[in-house]
C-alpha cells in the first residue's frame, strides 16, 4: 500500500498543541453566546431596580431644631414609623452607666448615636418582636419601665437608649442610616 501524504498544512499542524481552527470556532461560539445573554438580562435585571424619584422619596429630612432635652418626634420614613428623641444629660449618664454586655442585644449609646450628638437618639419605631409600634415618644405616652418605649402588644421594654431590657423582642430599635446635614437637620436614608 502506498503511503498517504497530506497536503493541508491546517490539518498537519493541528496535532502539535496550538489551537485549532475547531477550538477558536468554539471559543468565539460561546464568547457571543454569553455577550448576548448579558445583553438581554442586564435590561431585564435592571429595569427591577427602584427609580429616580422613588430613591429621591426614600429619604427624609427632620428638623430637630424644636425638641427640647428629654422630647421625642415621630416622623416617617419609608412609610414606618421613626422617632427622634433628644436624651437629658441624666438619661445619657444612665445609659452609659449600664453594662452592655448584660445586654440581650448588646450596644452602647455611643453605638446607638452618632459622634458629636450623643444626645440625639434617632430609631425605627418598630419593635422587633412583632412589627408592632412602641409607645414612649410622644407626649404623656407609657414609657416602660426604664423610661425609654414600651410595646404593649407583648410587653417589651426598651431604655432611653433604644435598648431591649425586658420582654420578648430579640433586638434593639433599629437604628436607620441617617446623617446630620447641620446642626438642626438629620437626613434619614
Keep these: 500500500m502506498a503511503e498517504a501524504t497530506i497536503d493541508n498544512p491546517a490539518v498537519a499542524d493541528s496535532d502539535e ?3 485549532r481552527r475547531r477550538d477558536f470556532i468554539e471559543i468565539a461560539a460561546v464568547s457571543f453566546g ?4 448579558l445583553s438581554v438580562l442586564y ?3 435592571s ?34 414609623p421613626l422617632f427622634v428623641r433628644r436624651l437629658t444629660e441624666r438619661e445619657i449618664e444612665e445609659a452609659n452607666a449600664v453594662d452592655a454586655s448584660t445586654l440581650r442585644d448588646p450596644a452602647t449609646l455611643a453605638e446607638m448615636t452618632k459622634e458629636g450628638h ?4 434617632v430609631t ?10 412602641p409607645l414612649g415618644a410622644g407626649e404623656g405616652e407609657i414609657k416602660g419601665e ?16 433604644a435598648r431591649i431590657r425586658k420582654g420578648p423582642a430579640p433586638l434593639n ?7 446630620f446635614t447641620s446642626d438642626t437637620t438629620i437626613t434619614v436614608g
Design 17 to 19: 498543541g496550538g489551537v
Design 34 to 37: 454569553g455577550v448576548g445573554a
Design 43 to 45: 435590561p431585564l435585571i
Design 47 to 80: 429595569q427591577m431596580a427602584p427609580s429616580k424619584d422613588v430613591l429621591a422619596a426614600s429619604s427624609t429630612e427632620v428638623d430637630v431644631s424644636a425638641i427640647e432635652p428629654g422630647q421625642a418626634i415621630k416622623a416617617v420614613f419609608r412609610k414606618q
Design 118 to 121: 450623643t444626645d440625639m437618639l
Design 124 to 133: 425605627m419605631g418598630v419593635c422587633t418582636h412583632l412589627g408592632c409600634v
Design 146 to 161: 426604664f423610661g425609654g418605649y414600651f410595646c404593649p402588644c407583648h410587653g417589651s421594654h426598651y431604655d432611653t437608649a
Design 173 to 179: 430599635l433599629e437604628v436607620p442610616e441617617y446623617a
